[in-house]
């Protein structure tokens, strides 16, 4: 995490993800104030650190169902994590209020008052997170017609809801997870993305298989696609890894998936990645 020093610094602060100060009072309550990446997700906090992750590229079907619209997962404001006792294993409760504000030259968009609850588990390996979210949106779009501009104003309340668990014990890993959003929009009323990975070590060598998958109910432009994904990860030294991936992706009749139009056969993309972390 950045910490927040000084206003001269807001131009360094408007583009971290992280930029807070925090205060931990008792041992089982800490505080954040300032930006935060909501906890969305079973990985929300390493999501941007690619290293951390076994994959070259995080299943899209899953990750971007709460990224209607740039950077939706940043916002400011207060967030608490509560430590709850427990002998056999531990967890905590993470419970935020913040707001999310972008302007651009044609687009005004206030989310607020966000208010999430996450609740999160961990035992020998094996790592739960349960999250609930609304997020009132308020976005003012303006068009140049002729030299005159044009507002319109949309109001809507999305509910987001998701559970993740995952397996971290050497030398299997594997992660499941499924993200729910759901408005009052009637050209977006609901969409949903699951997806499961396994992978396994041998040696500083780890394959993975994966399988995604994204539906969007009701929506009248559908982004449903689907993802099965190989890959393979080689730890070649401390700290570093370079990691291929093949994605084969499928797109439904009626659907342009996560593509700016629909793709006319399915789609095969190979990345390779030398990443690290210091």
Do not use: C
Request: hydrophobic share 35%; charged share 20%; aromatic share 14%.
């Amino acid at each position: 995490s950045t910490p927040l020093y000084s206003s001269a610094a807001s131009d360094v602060y408007k583009r971290q993800k992280w930029a807070y100060l925090g205060y931990t009072p008792t041992d089982w309550l800490s505080l954040k104030l300032g930006r935060f990446i909501m906890p969305l997700y079973q990985i929300s906090e390493q999501q941007y650190v690619g290293y951390s992750q076994m994959w070259v590229r995080p299943p899209r079907e899953i990750y971007a169902v709460a990224s209607q619209f740039s950077n939706f997962d940043t916002s400011e404001g207060i967030w608490a994590t509560i430590t709850l006792p427990s002998q056999s294993f531990s967890s905590s409760i993470d419970i935020y209020v913040s707001e999310l504000e972008r302007k651009r030259t044609n687009l005004e968009m206030d989310v607020s008052p966000i208010r999430g609850v996450a609740l999160n588990v961990e035992r020998r390996g094996l790592s739960a997170r349960f999250m609930v979210s609304r997020l009132p949106l308020d976005l003012l779009i303006r068009r140049q017609v002729g030299g005159m501009t044009f507002e319109s104003e949309l109001e809507a309340d999305y509910d987001y809801y998701s559970a993740g668990l995952q397996y971290n014990r050497h030398p299997w890993k594997a992660i499941v997870e499924y993200a729910k959003l759901k408005s009052d929009l009637a050209f977006l009323p609901e969409n949903y993305g699951t997806t499961l990975t396994f992978g396994r070590h041998f040696g500083t060598v780890m394959p993975y298989i994966g399988y995604s998958e994204r539906n969007d109910t009701g929506a009248s432009t559908s982004s449903d696609q689907s993802t099965t994904m190989l890959g393979i990860r080689w730890d070649f030294a401390p700290g570093y890894a370079i990691k291929s991936q093949l994605d084969y992706i499928s797109v439904p009749s009626g659907s342009r998936g996560g593509f700016s139009q629909r793709p006319e056969n399915d789609v095969a993309l190979f990345t390779v990645a030398l990443e690290w972390a210091l």
